[in-house]
């Protein structure tokens, strides 16, 4: 009788111990996920004619992307200021992924990689709040210089870099890849 009293009080003792583990697993800091993206689109005007602007545009990137719309044509030999816009039109109402990344510029860059490398060159133009060796590059802004006439594509990579930022693309993880179509005129 002993015997089962003593095993009795033992899965008591189990039962008490996995009902606190398990409350301490819903208690665990929230993550700092990726940012869901489905639409992005790059925005270039014109330096020397600020009246001369394009927008490109790549839908459902979580699906099958929409690059009907996506291609930037630009002139040859010529700067440009520009802007990228990001958007998630999973949600209701759509979320303005592009004031996320804002918010949270210290953990954010963009990355742009033409190919090939001489069709043109991309500067990103604004900063985070990163304290010294800080601050890095953000890349929500941007200066495009085209080269001679050609075609390629110019690759689009924004890293999430939470608490190890350090000015390159390296440390994080993805949270958009993508490729905008580019002729160069």
């Known amino acids: 009788m002993k015997y089962l009293e003593n095993q009795v009080i ?4 189990i039962a008490l111990l ?3 583990c398990s409350k301490d697993e819903q208690n665990v800091a929230p993550t700092d996920d990726n940012e869901a993206i489905t639409t992005a689109s790059l925005t270039l ?12 545009t790549i839908e459902n990137l979580n699906t099958t992307a929409d690059f009907s719309k996506a291609t930037l044509t630009l002139k040859a030999n010529t700067t440009y200021t520009g802007v990228i816009g ?6 209701t109402p759509v979320l303005d992924a592009t004031e996320e990344i804002k918010e949270k510029a210290n953990e954010h860059l963009f990355v742009y ?11 990103l133009t604004d900063r985070d709040t990163n304290p010294s060796p800080g601050p890095y ?6 200066e495009v210089k085209t080269g001679a006439a050609g075609s390629g594509k110019l690759n689009v990579v924004l890293r999430h870099q939470p608490n190890v930022k350090n000015g390159t693309a390296t440390p994080g993880s ?12």
């Open 86 to 91: 990001l958007l998630d039109k999973t949600k």
């Open 113 to 123: 990689t033409p190919t090939p490398s001489n069709l043109l060159t991309v500067t």
């Open 45 to 56: 005007t014109n330096k020397a004619t600020p009246t001369e602007s394009l927008t490109a």
């Open 10 to 13: 033992w899965l008591a003792c």
């Open 174 to 185: 993805s949270d958009l890849d993508t490729n905008f179509p580019v002729v160069v005129n």
């Open 137 to 142: 590059p953000i890349g929500l802004t941007i």
């Open 18 to 20: 996995a009902g606190a």
